[in-house]
């Protein structure tokens, strides 16, 4: 059932299936709540209120014009407003990529609204440490990106977040030919499309280059027919890319918002779940290794062999049973 919410954004759209306990599904970039679609009637058949919502800037969820209106606690402001908005006091919340970003600090900051947290893809780094925009311009140095013992290439080149700052410049890369642009992205990402060892890495542009010019051509990964890639670029035609870019556009802001919860740990039960062939593994990899610190709460951790970034598209089956067997650890 497809619904739509008062929130500060104006109104959140959500899919939602199944009566019980409320599990709140998180999207990343570029996606919408389309993402779960293979989750939703898994969680609902095992006596769960599955939600899928279009996080704020995607799908038919409201578009706010400023940039700023994106921070990361306006997006936990939008989240509580969903879970009150459905009637209910509490809900796990679980999200991928960005999603899985925005449920951590949900969870960190709203601990009596979120009750426990999955995450897909990307793992909780605390709030705090250096300024994020100076940590992804030195991942733009001369030779950054290359394949591990690759010869350094002698041009400068740009990380895709930094890439992403500037507001019109990724648009005028992707809106011409979003279809074309999310095929690359996705076939990018994903372990059975990804760019061989040695090759340019799609994360980073070249100096004056573009993200698309690294992306595979003329194929889609397993997880990916036609039908799915026609949704996704439906929606960003109909929408604009801005949206869901202005979220990069906030990290700097995000991290003198979250200022007061530097260094804190998530002490809810938590979930983490990644793909084994994700560059966000490599990049977070400390992250990983500081989990009994960082989630002192940690139910399971599970490394997806051979599955890349799209972790719940690419392996559906495998990853609703690990949600399904952490949700039933859970306690009431």
């Known amino acids: 059932m497809h619904r739509l919410l008062p929130s500060p ?19 990343g970039f570029p996606e919408s709540w389309y993402a779960w679609r293979h989750q939703l009637a898994a969680l609902a058949a095992a006596g769960y209120r599955a939600v899928a919502m279009d996080v704020r800037g995607y799908g038919r969820s409201s578009r706010p014009e400023a940039v700023e209106a994106y921070r990361m606690l306006d997006l936990v402001a939008d989240n509580v407003a969903v879970v009150e908005g459905l009637g209910e006091r509490s809900a796990v919340v679980v999200g991928h990529d960005w999603g899985a970003t925005i449920a951590a600090v949900s969870t960190l900051t709203r601990p009596d609204v979120f009750r426990a947290v999955g995450l897909l893809g990307v793992p909780y780094t605390p709030p705090g440490g250096p300024r994020p925009s100076e940590v992804f311009a030195r991942m733009g140095a001369a030779g950054a990106g290359d394949e591990p013992g690759a010869r350094p290439r002698p041009r400068p080149q740009e990380f895709y977040v930094s890439y992403f700052q500037r507001p019109g410049r990724a648009e005028a890369e992707i809106e011409p030919d979003v279809r074309g642009w999310l095929a690359g992205f996705y076939a990018a990402l994903s372990a059975d499309t990804m760019p061989a060892p040695g090759a340019p890495d799609p994360h980073f542009t070249g100096a ?24 996704y670029a439906g929606e960003f035609e109909r929408t604009g890319m801005t949206g869901a870019l202005n979220r990069y556009r906030n990290m700097d802001r995000d991290w003198a918002d979250l200022a007061d919860w530097a260094g804190r740990p998530i002490t809810r039960p938590s979930l983490f779940v990644g793909g084994e062939r994700d560059a966000s593994l490599a990049w977070l990899a400390d992250a ?14 599970h490394i997806l062999d051979g599955c890349g970034h799209f972790v719940q598209q690419e392996r559906p089956e495998q990853t609703n049973r690990i949600l399904l067997d952490w949700l039933a650890s859970l306690p009431a």
């Open 288 to 301: 990983v290794k500081a989990f009994p610190e960082t989630l002192p709460g940690l139910i399971g951790s």
């Open 9 to 27: 954004a104006g109104r959140i759209h959500l899919v939602e299936q199944g009566s019980g306990p409320l599990v709140l599904l998180l999207h």
């Open 208 to 231: 004056g280059g573009t993200l698309r010019e690294r992306f595979p051509v003329g194929v889609l990964p397993s997880w990916l027919g036609e039908r799915d890639l026609d949704v």
